[in-house]
């Protein structure tokens, strides 16, 4: 697997200012590059592509399908296309600006932010993480370790869509994390969406928490554990990650629509607080949301981290009462996602990128020998 410290420049693909661009307004990931490509694929007379509308990939349908689903939305005059058009250039301007306004708010949080809980910022110790998940990641790691004595120590929750559940935390970390997330919230110091979906909560590099928490937890931890689950996805040589925090509350974000991860394989933990409802449900392996029926509904647990693919469609009900927040960390493997952009569907187009990136390299990995690619 990939050498720990290694420093690689990291890219994104240029499909990020393009594709899977999110509009709450009407819960749809739309394709943008300019007005006369939004009037062709969603007209009412262009040939509306299909995966252009769900980011997925599809053929091209000879009715103005696209048309139809925004139209089923509410987009239904020029007034309300004009204003589609106006906040996919918005966003897409965002997007561009997106790494320098994140290194620079990083520097601004190193320099400026105090910090309610230092130990926080400790490197991980084996005391905050949970005594099944310590044994689940050693179990893997040993040698003649296998897939059916990892499965002995995990929950499956769905043999079929390979998703499983381990507590990850212990309780006093998670109430130590959720202390520290609640000072930085109530702080001014800047903070950045966590992703285009979710508007409350805390990306973990701006905070400092990559390099003492998320980064070793990857390495040490959570790779030779998914390399046993997900030997298919690249868990044997996961280098990346992005690492954030979502917040739902009354007011604030409540639920979360129908989406797939730009990661090979997830980590979805719940940190806290009391909550009720909110439950996650899980369709098929990067398929329609329209095509969505009969999903599989999975309730959090305090502590509890839920695995499973990136591509595994999935949303979160609306909260009832309290508040939740959960960490969510995007794990990626570059010698997998330089091969096809998981959003694009495509071979990647690459633009170099302030961190991790979206997790492509120029290059390969240090070894990918261990990786098994399908």
Known sequence: MATAGVRRRFCRCACFC???LYVARYGLHLHFLDEQQLRQDYGPEGNGRLGAITGLPTATVTLSVCSQILRSRGCVSSEDFQQLVEELEQEVARRRRLGQESAAR?????SSYRPARPDVYSALQEAALAPEFLAAAKYSASLGADLAGLLQRLETISEEKR??????FTAPFCQALLEELEHFEQSDMPKGRPNTMNNYGVLLHELGLDEPLVTPLREHFLRPLMALLYPDCGGPCLDSHRAFVVKYAPGQDQALGCHYDNSELTLNVALG???TGGALYFGGLFQAPAALARPLEVKHVVGQGVLHRGGQLHGARALGTGERWNLVIWLRASA????????????????????FGDGFT??????VDVCVLT
Not at 163 to 168: C, M
């Open 163 to 168: 998703i499983y559940r381990v507590p990850v």
């Open 273 to 275: 607080k009391t909550f």
């Open 362 to 367: 120029r290059e390969e990995p240090p070894t």
């Open 336 to 355: 997998v996602r330089n091969r096809l952009c998981p959003m694009c569907c495509r071979e990647p187009d690459l633009v170099d990128d302030e961190g």
């Open 106 to 110: 990083k520097a601004l949080i190193a």
């Open 18 to 20: 393009t594709e899977n």
